[in-house]
């Protein structure tokens, strides 16, 4: 069974900070890239953050580069999304991601990962 198990989120004032992280369990997730992607009410799944499986090779949507910082540590299978400078924009359902497919070109895309973690809230209050 593939898990990918999310925790970190919660409420948090604008300025604030929270750290996400991810659990993955059920194959070798060392071996794939990974990263997070977010969803607000009544908006799009967005990408947010990925990573190559070495931990090297990151990109980062627009809206939080500088912001956020996505880390991974592949001997505990875990991928971290460590936001600073939090804003109210930023409340959104955040989903971790994992494939073995995906590649630099395709990881902002949805479409290319297998497997999704089942989401932890992010709320920043004004």
């Known amino acids: 069974q593939v898990q990918l198990v999310e925790s970190g989120g919660g409420l948090v004032q604008a300025g604030g900070s929270l750290r996400l992280s991810c659990a993955a369990s059920?194959?070798?997730?060392?071996?794939?890239?990974m990263g997070w992607f977010r969803q607000a009410p009544g908006k799009e799944r967005d990408f947010v953050a990925a990573?190559?499986?070495?931990?090297?090779?990151?990109m980062y949507a627009d809206s939080i580069k500088g912001r956020f910082t996505i880390s991974r540590d592949n001997a505990k299978s875990t991928v971290y999304l460590q936001m600073n400078s939090l804003k109210p924009e930023d409340t959104a359902v955040y989903y971790c991601?994992?494939?073995?497919?995906?590649?630099?070109?395709?990881?902002?895309?949805?479409?290319?990962?297998?497997?999704w973690g089942q989401g932890t809230q992010v709320t920043v209050s004004s």
């Open positions: 990573s190559d499986w070495t931990g090297d090779y990151t």
């Open positions: 991601v994992a494939s073995p497919v995906v590649t630099r070109a395709t990881m902002t895309s949805r479409n290319g990962y297998y497997y």
């Open positions: 059920g194959r070798t997730f060392s071996d794939y890239p």
